[in-house]
């Protein structure tokens, strides 16, 4: 059974009086003023609509009153803020440090337990067991090397993308419930809206996002635990099904740290215009997912929970080069910004008998590369002049193509070629500028992974705290960005608090 919940209001009251009461009054401000990061966390996150989107996972009239949602996603916030290891280890620091107990919306002396806490997580995650598969599968083998230096990982079946994107344009998919859509709301709601109104991710009716996806390696072993009795009949090599304490990790290529690794592969879409680099959308896939295959079925996904966004660019790299992704996002009139595959240039063609650079820039009789020269919105085209009319550029011709002072005029339509004639010309200085954004969403990457040790902090193995983890840590780079936005200073604060003790004891 589930009491009504307090307001934010009401909390920040809560906080005002029990640090005056233990800490202040007693003239210990100091333990305040170290921990200023966290209360200003806590203060400037409303969290109150985490007990609308959970409250259906509570009894209605039955059972012992449970503790308030918002106060354990607080404290489980907070502790990924302090950078703390466990939620055991987190339990003794609020039971020993009243002010972090305070901070999590608890009084000192009435601290949830440890099977408190994992009983929360627990109800987060819609799922009927903490894992999607059954933990009980055969092993999988690690592949042999022979990738190229810096290349990226294969597809494994050739045209697949093709046919993915093709079935959902004619027949959109209707997406159902997953286990993980309470932290897709709650980071919704509660983080990327708040961004929004502080105006650090952009334009939402000009929203522009880049994706990619990156490891997570899993702290499970990649052996499994034997379930036969192979053994002991004299086969130490057998394939028989084996018990996996994290069933869902398989073998993926990271081609940054140019390794296969034993996990799964995370991918987001971050703000592309935000100058904090805002994640907006998380999921994870099979490590030997391609990042195409990822992409279409998170953007699909990204839209139909968020169809208040219009977007205007999508950025990515290499590894989405596909002809299908530029079908489908021309069909969703979103610019795309992809690197070219170098194994996959191939050959620039159009209706009307010219060469071209790999850029998809024409170039004229002579060799030389053709001016651009805007795009004409009535015929959805762009114009390409000769390049002797560029004075700048100090071009002269023997025999130029046309005898109009004007110069030989060339044409190139989206349409004919959606890789090569995009929206904004390849080469041009403003697709330079905007792909450079591309990299907000690695920026991101590494801010969990460095400064959150979103691999390396715990041993994480279900996939109910896999998305446990991504979502905290991704909430805490909004959390951090408001801060930084805001230029937060609790100190004024909390000497005015202090001051308020000083003038009743007196």
């Known amino acids: 059974m589930l009491k009504p919940t307090r307001s934010h209001q009401e909390f920040k009251n809560f906080v005002k009086e029990q640090l005056q009461f233990h800490y202040l009054k007693h003239g210990f401000s100091n333990p305040i003023f170290l921990q200023q990061k966290a209360l200003s966390s806590?203060?400037?996150?409303?969290?109150?609509?985490?007990?609308?989107?959970?409250?259906?996972?509570?009894?209605?009239?039955?059972?012992?009153?449970?503790r308030c949602p918002v106060d354990m996603f607080r404290s489980l916030l907070l502790m990924e803020i302090l950078h703390e290891r466990s939620i055991d280890t987190w339990v003794k620091t609020m039971r020993t440090s009243p002010i972090f107990a305070i901070l999590s919306g608890f009084t000192p002396g009435n601290v949830p337990g440890v099977g408190t806490f994992y009983d929360f997580i627990s109800r987060l995650w819609l799922g009927s067991s903490a894992h999607l598969s059954s933990k009980v599968r055969k092993p999988r083998h690690k592949p042999k090397k022979g990738k190229k230096k810096g290349d990226k990982s294969p597809l494994r079946r050739p045209g697949i993308v093709k046919r993915l994107v093709d079935r959902y344009l004619e027949h959109p998919p209707k997406f159902h419930s997953r286990p993980h859509d309470i932290f897709q709301k709650i980071f919704k709601e509660c983080f990327v809206v708040p961004s929004i109104k502080h105006g650090?991710?952009?334009?939402?009716?000009?929203?522009?996002?880049?994706?990619?996806?990156?490891?997570?390696?899993?702290?499970?072993?990649?052996?499994?635990?034997?379930?036969?009795?192979?053994?002991?009949?004299?086969?130490?090599?057998?394939?028989?099904?084996?018990?996996?304490?994290?069933?869902?990790?398989?073998w993926g290529w990271d081609s940054y740290r140019e390794e296969y690794y034993y996990g799964r592969t995370l991918y987001a879409f971050t703000a592309a215009d935000s100058p904090y680099d805002l994640p907006v959308y998380l999921d994870f896939f099979k490590a030997y997912r391609h990042d195409s295959l990822c992409f279409s079925y998170s953007f699909f996904d990204f839209l139909q929970r968020n169809p208040e966004f219009t977007l205007k660019e999508c950025m990515l790299d290499s590894a989405h080069d596909a002809y299908a992704i530029y079908k489908l996002l021309h069909h969703h009139d979103t610019t795309a910004l992809i690197d070219l595959n170098k194994r996959r240039q191939g050959d620039c063609t159009c209706k009307e008998t010219t060469s071209f650079t790999k850029e998809g820039i024409p170039i004229c009789p002579a060799g030389h590369i053709m001016a651009y020269h805007g795009f004409c919105k009535d015929r959805q085209r762009h114009k390409w002049r000769c390049p002797t009319t560029r004075k700048k550029w100090n071009i002269s011709c023997d025999s130029p193509c046309s005898k109009s002072a004007y110069g030989r005029v060339f044409y190139t339509r989206e349409k004919d070629n959606l890789r090569f004639f995009t929206r904004i010309p390849r080469g041009s200085s403003l697709f330079k500028a905007r792909f450079r954004r591309r990299t907000s969403v690695e920026r991101f990457f590494k801010r969990i992974k460095e400064d959150y040790l979103f691999e390396r902090k715990t041993k994480t193995?279900?996939?109910?705290?896999?998305?446990?983890?991504?979502?905290?840590?991704?909430?805490?780079?909004?959390?951090?960005?408001?801060?930084?936005?805001?230029?937060i200073d609790m100190v004024p604060l909390i000497v005015q608090w202090e001051s308020e003790v000083i003038a009743i004891a007196a």
């Open 42 to 66: 806590v203060w400037f996150s409303d969290l109150s609509k985490v007990s609308e989107i959970i409250d259906h996972r509570y009894s209605v009239n039955r059972g012992t009153p449970a």
């Open 200 to 250: 650090i991710l952009g334009d939402l009716n000009a929203f522009s996002i880049a994706g990619d996806g990156t490891s997570a390696r899993t702290g499970a072993s990649r052996y499994g635990k034997l379930t036969c009795d192979c053994r002991k009949n004299g086969i130490y090599k057998c394939t028989c099904p084996r018990k996996f304490s994290d069933p869902e990790a398989s």
């Open 461 to 487: 193995r279900s996939s109910r705290n896999w998305y446990f983890r991504a979502f905290t840590t991704a909430m805490c780079t909004h959390v951090d960005a408001w801060i930084k936005h805001l230029k």
